[in-house]
């Protein structure tokens, strides 16, 4: 392990984490609980296999969310508006002024954590974020923890409380490219789900909860993520597994066969997205999010699991990526 400081912002002194375990690497920024790095040592030398900002002060505004811990709440909230205990709570529109998209303007990746454990292999990180924080009601204590564990996986795990009713839904949101340099597109993907969520043209869901069979998004069995007309994907999975039950639900391959990644998690969604709005210096397709989480807009959603959090309860929501050479 190693913790140095790369710059003071707001009095509070940004850090990064490097964090070891056999040959996979990590660099963890306490900007937005980021995984600024992930690297495996593979036969033939040091693979990168996330996207990354090369200054750690671009992830101040950060659009694409490289590598973050998104929330309160990840992915989008209509209008900006729910309601809790008959009372109703407006939240920031960041995207397109109609929208809450990925905790808001300032949510907690725009944040600097702080490391409250350390270890050669973990580091945790913590965030109080005051009630009102982006319009969400409640003081909430957030936790991050990173984790690398024996062969090549990356653990992440949050936790979070608050002092008032409120919503919470945590994402980690690094893009993956399991062969460096190539087109997410080319990269086979299986996903455990038999059922997706419909979205309009917000990509707020239109709260159908529909099959893949027959449908761009049959993932069931590996395959391509290309399609042909190219479709592009930005959406939400309803996993096959029994919502809060940690299990395997997805399987990523390089386009070269050189390595492998399956996702572990114990959340309910997960949303997809192949990186096609990716703006400079990577671009289009460069990366692919695969964000477990609570479905988007399920605060106004009655039928899809709930993200509501009250006092006296716990959130807790635990991934793995599990790397394998091939």
Same mark, same amino acid.
């Not at 996903?191 to 707020?204: E, G, H, R």
């Given at each position: ?7 003071? &912002? !707001?009095? =509070?002194?940004? $850090? #990064?984490?490097?964090?070891?375990? /056999? ?6 920024? *306490?900007? %937005? ?50 309601? &809790? !205990?008959? =009372?109703?709570? $407006? #939240?920031?529109?960041?995207?397109? /002024? ?6 808001? *303007?300032? %949510? ?219």
């Amino acid at each position: 392990m190693m913790r140095r400081s790369l710059a003071v &912002l !707001d009095d =509070q002194t940004v $850090e #990064v984490v490097t964090l070891v375990q /056999g040959a996979l690497r990590a660099e963890i920024l *306490t900007l %937005g609980a980021t995984v600024w790095d992930l690297v495996l040592t593979l036969p033939e030398g040091p693979r990168p296999l996330v996207l990354k900002h090369a200054d750690p002060l671009g992830y101040l505004s950060n659009p694409a969310y490289l590598g973050v811990t998104a929330g309160r709440y990840a992915n989008r909230i209509a209008q900006g508006r729910f309601e &809790l !205990d008959g =009372q109703r709570y $407006e #939240v920031d529109c960041n995207e397109k /002024g109609r929208q809450h998209l990925h905790g808001g *303007t300032s %949510g907690v990746s725009r944040k600097n954590w702080s490391v409250v454990a350390v270890s050669d292999n973990s580091v945790t990180l913590e965030l109080l974020s005051p009630a009102g924080d982006n319009g969400f009601p409640g003081t909430a204590r957030l936790q991050c923890r990173y984790t690398l564990d024996a062969p090549a996986t990356l653990r992440v795990e949050y936790q979070a409380v608050s002092d008032a009713v409120t919503v919470m839904n945590l994402a980690h949101h690094s893009y993956f490219t399991l062969q460096p340099g190539s087109d997410s597109r080319d990269h086979r993907l299986e996903i455990a789900a038999d059922f997706y969520t419909p979205v309009d043209t917000d990509l707020i869901p239109t709260g159908e909860i529909r099959r893949v069979a027959e449908t761009p998004f049959d993932f069931r069995t590996l395959r391509r993520i290309r399609q042909a007309p190219d479709h592009p994907y930005d959406i939400n999975f309803v996993l096959r597994k029994p919502a809060g039950h940690f299990g395997p639900i997805a399987r990523l391959i390089g386009p070269d066969e050189r390595l492998s990644c399956a996702i572990w998690t114990d959340a309910a969604g997960l949303q997809v997205y192949d990186g096609h709005g990716l703006p400079t210096p990577h671009g289009a397709y460069a990366g692919l999010a695969l964000e477990p989480q609570f479905f988007p807009d399920s605060p106004n959603q009655p039928h899809f699991p709930s993200a509501r959090l009250a006092p006296g309860d716990n959130y807790t929501q635990r991934t793995e990526y599990r790397l394998a050479p091939l």
